[in-house]
């Protein structure tokens, strides 16, 4: 689930989806059977599928391109980070009873005459529904909560939620969750530390000329994973471009400096080159 499958379509993403939403389904229906520890299991892995729904819903508006960027990393960085999403459906499978007993209490369980002539199997589907998205909106609300906490309790700025990324801009759907303590915030800029592209993959190429690429690695949709690399952004100075993707050809390596900010207008790439104008970003050593 960290990575998104190369040149996924979104028939693919759809009978992804149709099989976590029947996961779903069939935690429902077993919750009525099961009782005591068992039961808590069922509430752990129901939150696991509609956090899986979630990102998968994300992931198809994300790959339309719908979104401007602002938006899509602050949706991003608000619902899909590491830091946020596992204690979320935790808590979410622990109140996850208490909300199912306050529905099977509401004025739905009155709702007979309505079932008999719309039918049983169809209003049922609309109480499951309304079951998945209170379950959803909760785990969003939660999400956001601690995104936002941990936001300003490690880098101390708002700013992080909105700001751009090079590094985020040329990943763009290829990741389907961030990292929020893998941001280091310098000089009002966002970067990537170098802990943080190791642990995403990120690899450098550098041809003979010393131009620097910003390497991938290739995720296929069922095949096994195999090391094969592309070519998705050029580096400048500490800074990425996208640029047309191709397969990777040379030598790789990991990133010895953190990556981000945004490109500068107005200065051309061959001088963004030279190390000698051009500020490589803060180190290892550098605090967020």
Not at 50 to 74: A, D, N, Q, T, Y
Not at 172 to 193: E, F, P
Request: charged share 20%; hydrophobic share 45%.
């Amino acid at each position: 689930m960290r990575l998104s499958a190369h040149n996924t379509s979104n028939f693919f993403r759809v009978a992804i989806l149709y099989m976590l939403l029947e996961g779903v389904m069939s935690d429902l229906f077993l919750l009525i059977a099961q009782d005591g520890y068992s039961a808590k299991l069922q509430y752990i892995s129901l939150g696991y599928n509609l956090s899986g729904v979630l990102i998968l819903l994300f992931e198809m508006l994300e790959s339309k391109k719908w979104l401007c960027e602002k938006v899509r990393l602050l949706v991003k960085r608000l619902l899909f980070s590491y830091e946020t999403s596992l204690f979320g459906e935790l808590l979410c499978a622990g109140v996850m009873n208490y909300y199912l007993t306050w529905v099977n209490q509401s004025s739905l369980k009155e709702s007979r005459p309505v079932a008999l002539v719309v039918s049983y199997y169809v209003w049922s589907l609309v109480g499951h529904g309304i079951l998945v998205l209170g379950l959803s909106a909760f785990i969003s609300s939660v999400r956001i909560v601690l995104s936002c906490v941990y936001i300003l309790w490690h880098h101390r700025t708002w700013a992080v939620l909105t700001a751009p990324c090079c590094v985020d801009t040329t990943l763009g759907v290829r990741c389907k969750m961030i990292m929020l303590g893998g941001y280091s915030w310098h000089n009002n800029q966002l970067y990537y530390k170098i802990e943080a592209l190791k642990a995403f993959g990120v690899l450098k190429m550098v041809e003979e000329d010393g131009t620097v690429y910003f390497v991938f690695r290739k995720v296929h949709p069922v095949k096994v994973p195999r090391d094969e690399f592309l070519v998705i952004g050029r580096v400048l100075g500490c800074r990425v471009e996208p640029c047309v993707e191709r397969k990777c050809t040379g030598p790789v390596s990991l990133f010895d400096r953190n990556l981000g900010g945004t490109v500068q207008s107005g200065i051309k790439p061959h001088s963004m080159l030279d190390s000698d104008h051009v500020h490589i970003g803060p180190t290892l050593e550098t605090k967020g």
